[in-house]
């Protein structure tokens, strides 16, 4: 992707809608393409729950796929102040705790709700990270209610955990911090 339009197209809308902004520097990070946004004037780029934000990056995005004639939207992460990384972060940090969780009981779990951004953090977390290597992840569930379910993964000829029988997942968890992604 051109680095140079997406800079001029970004700070052109941040200009017409008004955000202050400073520098704008675009990296690529495997398949994914961060923005990051420097500004004095941070939360009203990030708006209520990230959703000035999130209009900005959809905005972008359509821009530079339609730029570019592009089949599928490109993934683009619009960042400001490094607020996403922190969501980022905070969504692996329960990932872990989950896992922790899962290998004492040997129950699956499902995590809150969230996202299909989230929903990829997660599942490539756990499958790249060499210390989740005996855990699974698979997405259930239809629409706004879509979440992730955790569990041991199974080998051949071995079967699940005597003593637990695997928990249904669940629309909602209470207080499990995953309540204000904004993404």
Known sequence: MDATYIQSALAELLDLLGLQ???????????ITRVEIDS???SRIIGWHGETLNSVQHILKSMVRTKEKMERTPLIIVDVDGYRRMQEDKVKSIADQKADFVRRTGNRIALSPMSPYFRRVVHV???NNPALQDLTTESVGEGDYRQIVLKLKIEKNQSPIEGGEELSPVIEQANDGLENLDI
Request: hydrophobic fraction near 40%; aromatic fraction near 6%; glycine fraction near 18%.
């Open 21 to 31: 902004h400073g520098a704008i520097t675009v990296a690529g990070d495997g398949d």
């Open 125 to 127: 977390y756990i499958a």
């Open 40 to 42: 004095t004037d941070a």
